[in-house]
């Protein structure tokens, strides 16, 4: 839920506040993002399709998701009262949260676990 603030926020508003740096330089940490989670998502995706031990290590990274979504869908709703204080409404909050959320639903799909229903519309 990281993209909620960097991509659903920041990139959404700096410029309009006349900050042009921020978003060339979070422009870059985006790359490095998606590149990073490429590669994160072939290894999860690996180790879930291994042929002796795909299913132990879905159920570990099931219970991983299932530890962390709710803090984390906890921590990404507290976000929400910084985009209330943007006179200009480039984009809601509810907007960039459902985009962020359907994202985390597509790359666990990717690697065969399921969406914890905290994570579910």
Known sequence: MGELFRSGFVMQVAALHGDFVTPTVMGAGESDAARDQRGARALYRMLAEDDV?????????????????????????????????????????????????????????????????????
């Open 53 to 121: 031990h795909g299913a132990e290590n879905r159920e570990l990274m099931q219970g991983w998701l299932e530890s962390w979504s709710e803090p984390a869908m906890a921590a990404a709703r507290r976000l929400q009262p910084i985009w209330s204080q943007i006179s200009e409404k480039v984009v809601r909050f509810e907007d960039s949260l459902e985009r962020s959320r359907e994202r985390l639903e597509t790359l666990v799909g990717d690697i065969g676990l399921k969406t914890p229903k905290e994570v579910r519309p």
